[in-house]
């Protein structure tokens, strides 16, 4: 998966993928293709998605995010991709 952004900092066009980081992790590290997309999904419907790509709780970067087996969604109302 590829998607471009635009770096809300620099302006800058940013790609991000989850193929520049997969041979990063361990598979143990890591969720399936399936839990990622399905909590990407959550993410972009999400009214707490800032600019198409960051998490208003965490700050995070979603796409990076929902790839990691130990990170939970933080909205404070309830985890949203459980
Ligand atoms: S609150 Fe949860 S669902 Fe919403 S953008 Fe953040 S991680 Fe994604």
Redesign the pocket.
């Known amino acids: 998966m590829e998607r471009v952004r635009e770096c809300k900092s620099c302006r800058t066009t940013v790609v991000e993928g989850i193929q520049d980081i997969d041979h990063e992790l361990d598979d143990d590290k890591t969720v399936s293709e399936e839990v990622y997309q399905n ?2 999904d ?2 972009m ?6 600019h198409g790509s ?5 700050g ?1 970067l ?1 796409s990076f ?2 790839y990691l087996i130990e ?5 404070p109302s309830g ?3 459980s």
Do not use: G, M, Q
Request: proline share 7%.
């Open positions: 909590r990407l959550t993410c419907e999400c009214p707490s998605l800032a960051t998490c208003k709780f965490s995070c979603v995010r929902a990170k939970k969604c933080p909205d985890d949203r991709w």
